[in-house]
């Protein structure tokens, strides 16, 4: 039996403004943005704060829905590490960021908890604040799961 097709989408929304972000979303056809953030309170963005996230994306994208994932987000002392707060010690590169949020990943097997005929059937899109991809575990944890599931595609809005 042929594994459905999935393709996953990612957003961050820092330098981005309410209709540029929320449009993407539309434009995609958005069936649920999976928010991989570990605080969704965040003061970055107002729009993209967990509680009026929800409410925004029923308003202005019709069917979306909006799910907090933090077994998604990096751990805090983690990203802590990663942005160098704390003892100067334990700092690191994207480098050794990137391999323990994998590993952290990994360990928890958390792709094989998912239902990929779920997320083949929706579009669904991983949040997070980073403007770009480049350095933001929403692109590790899309490629985690592009390996998994042979033939998913990654889309970076």
């Not at 929320?22 to 309170?41: A, C, N, Q, S, Y």
Request: glycine share 8%.
């Amino acid at each position: 039996m042929t594994e459905p097709a999935v393709r996953i989408y990612t957003i961050g929304f820092t330098q981005k403004n309410a209709a540029r972000f929320f449009g993407l979303l539309r434009e995609h056809g958005i069936t649920k943005v999976l928010d991989t953030r570990r605080r969704p309170g965040s003061q970055l963005s107002r729009f993209a704060h967990g509680d009026d996230l929800a409410w925004l994306l029923a308003e202005l994208v019709p069917g979306c829905e909006y799910e907090h994932r933090p077994d998604m987000a990096p751990a805090a002392e983690l990203l802590d590490r990663y942005r160098g707060r704390g003892p100067k010690s334990q700092h690191i590169t994207w480098r050794g960021y990137a391999g323990l949020y994998l590993k952290n990943l990994r360990d928890r097997n958390l792709i094989a908890g998912e239902d990929r005929a779920e997320w083949a059937a929706g579009r669904y899109c991983l949040l997070c604040s980073e403007h770009e991809p480049d350095n933001c575990h929403r692109r590790l944890l899309a490629n985690e799961i592009r390996k998994e599931w042979s033939g998913t595609k990654v889309v970076h809005l």
